[in-house]
């Protein structure tokens, strides 16, 4: 009879605990694509499986159903590129040195409610840096490549590489080199992966620079290309906010983004009065009041995607109607760019990322021609 009471009361704590969690983060609404604010879709909802053309700009609704892209099969007659490993201990590097990290996620300062009051402390890591090298790179000839945010920290996925490998066989796609970077720990406000991929500055594509591309090319035996319009940077939600950032602070370095759940909102820490918004601020003022810049962007979001998922109530804390935002502006700019809107998908859009992601790479690379 004890241990039934015992057994009961663990049950009945366990509820407790779970209703708990589940009322401080409800699921996100739908939002509808036809919603007041949304801009204006090409509908291929009603096509499963189907992807826009990669020749095409602009606002294209798919989903709620979504097919395997056939480019994630591991190819049974292409050649197969070569995937390596190696890590880079913060302590030997010049920036991001040391990181940062948090034990509680933070207050709002009630001076400016923008922001937290978030403690810190600082920390070493380690990065694992993952590359893929196709079976068709020159030795000794510039590549161009495309850097990805949240790369593993284990052992790598064949997903991209499969890919390429038939995205380059195909000649969809020129042989290029991907560079997996896996973040510095944690998330968000006062975490090194925060600081990485949310503040609005120039800071880790030079990081990426200095520190990551040099030892690409001495621990992989390629030498990457500096042209600007053959390198790429690609991300997942901070990861996608990232991919901008790079691009927008050094257009010199990086022209081609893709992004998906891209977290256009206010997450920026510490506080800089110059971006007060963080990334809401690129669809608030910087692209619409800023001269176009020669970037290509994919974006892509979940109809459920995340809604004010912690303490700030700020008003900058949507991520689909931040995204739809940055695709009018985009729009309204003349800018270059191709926006998913994912239907029946959440933070993240993994669902429909297995249809789409293969194509939103080829989309991003449109065009792209080797200089010389």
Known sequence: ?????????????????????Q???????????DAPGAPKFIRLDDKPGLNPPVDAVGNFL?????????????????????????????????????????????TVDPKNPKTLIVETHEIDYVRQITVYVPAQYKKGSPAPFMVCHDGPKGKPN????????????QKRVAPMIVIQIANGGGDAQGHERGKEYDTMSGLYAEYIEAEVLPRVEKNCEVKLTKDPDGRAVMGSSSGGSAALIMAWYRTDLYRRVLTTSGTFVNQQWPFDPKTPGGAWDFHDKLIPNSPKKPIRLFLAVGDYDLL????????????????????????????????????NSGHGIGNAKIQFLAHAIEWVWHGYKPKG
């Open 308 to 343: 004010n998922p912690n303490v700030m109530r700020d008003g900058m804390h949507d991520w689909v109607e931040a995204n739809h935002r940055m695709a009018k502006v985009l729009e309204a700019k003349g800018y270059e760019y191709q926006y998913l809107f994912c239907q």
């Open 1 to 21: 009879m004890k241990t039934c009471h015992t057994t009961c009361l663990f049950t009945l704590l366990a509820l407790l605990t779970s209703s708990a969690l």
């Open 158 to 169: 064949q997903v991209i590489p499969n890919m390429l490998d038939n995205l380059i066989a």
């Open 62 to 106: 798919i989903g709620p159903d979504y097919r395997p892209a056939p480019e994630r099969r591991i190819p049974k007659d292409s050649p197969r590129g070569k995937v390596s490993q190696f890590t880079i201990d913060s302590k030997t590097t010049k920036l991001l040195n040391p990181g940062i990290a948090r034990k509680v996620f933070g």
């Open 23 to 33: 009322a401080k983060r409800p699921k996100p609404p739908v939002r509808p694509f």
